[in-house]
């Protein structure tokens, strides 16, 4: 199962959103990741078999893209560099690509457990 989020907690409120967002950019920014040319839904963990069931249904290009940005950050932490600013991720190129598909996945074994669990009666 996914993370539980509060997001949506503080979207729900503006005063909230505009106190917190300088410090989400802030972390973001200090994370790394995007400097490596990585998007967010490129550091959600393989182990679980939701995630590989994702990873497979993803479109060929994206999933290309997928390897390609890892395998590219995997070679930049090796040699102790960043990418050129022009190459790194900005913020609008940071979208999610992975999340919904595990979410879906996600969706449909809860039916389907919800619907082995249920009982006919006559």
Request: aromatic share 6%.
């Amino acid at each position: 199962m996914s993370a539980p989020s509060v997001a949506k907690q503080i979207a729900a409120r503006p005063w909230l959103k505009r106190m917190v967002m300088p410090l989400a950019n802030w972390y973001t920014d200090a994370a790394g990741y995007r400097k490596m040319g990585l998007r967010h839904d490129d550091l959600i963990p393989e182990e679980n078999d939701v995630v590989q069931l994702a990873i497979k249904r993803l479109p060929p290009k994206e999933a290309y893209d997928r390897v390609f940005r890892i395998r590219r950050a995997f070679q930049l932490s090796i040699e102790h560099q960043l990418l050129p600013k022009h190459e790194q991720t900005k913020p609008e190129e940071d979208l999610e690509y992975l999340s919904p598909i595990i979410q879906e996945i996600e969706r449909e074994m809860k039916e389907r457990e919800d619907l082995d669990a249920l009982v006919l009666k006559r």
